[in-house]
């Protein structure tokens, strides 16, 4: 009862206080933010604050569950607290945070879902981390892909808002390579559906049909089948795309096309030479056999032999 007294009273005492200076207490230090997700996509945010013989502040991200707000001390002891202001980032203070203090609670409605793929666009104004289940394998943060390997996590240094894709459930396709006798399984992960994938020996090169534009396309494969440096095509025009090492020997490229069409991965010097050849509209010009050229020029040398000889003729006969 004291506890819930106490807290209200200290509501009413912010509340009174201008929208411009409603925070009370100093800025906590803050050892550790985290947004932990679950196989279920649900969200719980943790703050770890150092001790303070002073009232300290914390923002709340965006999507906080009041009910759900617990702060206790490292002993596991409950502490008093008070919330003011539900913008983008609310504002909580713990009143005596003597010992390290850990603040956990929910955030809702924080996803949207397009087909497979999730996205989370969150932010917040100091560094902090997001942590991933077990089951995400690869992310897009800000379509730049990240293989998250035995690191279930990212740190946003700078703080800031960011935007996080992945899918629910990964939809992978695999495609077997047959190349100097050796076999390679190429691994396609999208949501768009796939047509007419070929690899071609000569040029070194992959292509294959997308039927979906402005989703997200990963292909992971092996180093050796492909040369380096990478050129990706999009209906033969360069597009943007991102690489990652998955494994060992292993590499990913990941792009987002803006179009429906044709897909060609490929190494940039054969692009660069393709795209010299399709940039002249004339046909090579084949050498001619020196012994045309030598009857050409005889046929010439006759033809004008015999007008000299007709001129003299008609000159003679005046």
């Known amino acids: 009862m004291n506890k819930i007294v106490f807290s209200s009273l200290i509501i009413c005492t912010l509340i009174a ?24 996509e649900n969200i719980q945010a943790k703050h770890i604050i150092g001790f303070s013989n002073n009232p300290v502040s914390v923002n709340l991200f965006e999507g906080a569950i009041i009910e759900s707000i617990t702060v206790t001390n490292e002993d596991g002891n ?40 999730l996205t989370l666009n969150i932010g917040y104004p100091k560094q902090f981390s997001i942590i991933f289940s077990e089951k995400t394998e690869l992310i897009f943060l800000n379509d730049q892909i990240i293989q998250l390997g035995d ?5 946003i240094n700078s703080g800031g808002y960011v935007n996080v894709d992945y899918y629910n459930k990964i939809p992978k396709i695999i495609e077997e390579i047959i190349w100097e006798e050796n076999k390679f399984d190429v691994e396609i992960i999208t949501d768009s559906k796939i047509d007419e994938f070929n690899f071609d020996q000569g040029s070194k090169s992959i292509s294959f049909q997308i039927n979906e534009k402005n989703k997200f396309v990963t292909i992971t494969m092996e180093e050796e089948l492909l040369d380096s440096p990478y050129v990706i095509l999009l209906n033969d025009e360069k597009i943007a795309y991102t690489k990652s090492i998955s494994k060992e020997n292993y590499f990913s490229l990941s792009m987002k096309p803006q179009a429906i069409g044709e897909i060609m991965i490929t190494n940039s010097e ?44 008609r000159k003679i006969k005046k």
């Open 270 to 313: 054969y692009s660069d030479r393709l795209s010299k050849i399709t940039s002249n509209h004339t046909l090579p010009i084949e050498s001619i056999p020196n012994d045309y050229v030598i009857w050409l020029v005889f046929g010439g040398v006759l033809i004008i032999v015999v007008i000299v000889v007709i001129i003299i003729m």
């Open 151 to 155: 690191k279930k996590g990212i740190s």
């Open 17 to 40: 206080i201008p929208v411009a200076n409603a925070q009370f207490g100093e800025p906590a230090y803050q050892k550790v933010t985290q947004l932990l997700i679950d196989e279920s």
């Open 78 to 117: 409950e502490l008093e607290f008070g919330i003011t202001g539900m913008g983008d980032y609310g504002t909580l203070t713990i009143f005596l945070p003597q010992k390290n203090t850990i603040v956990k609670y929910n955030l809702e409605n924080m996803f949207r879902q397009s087909d497979n793929l």
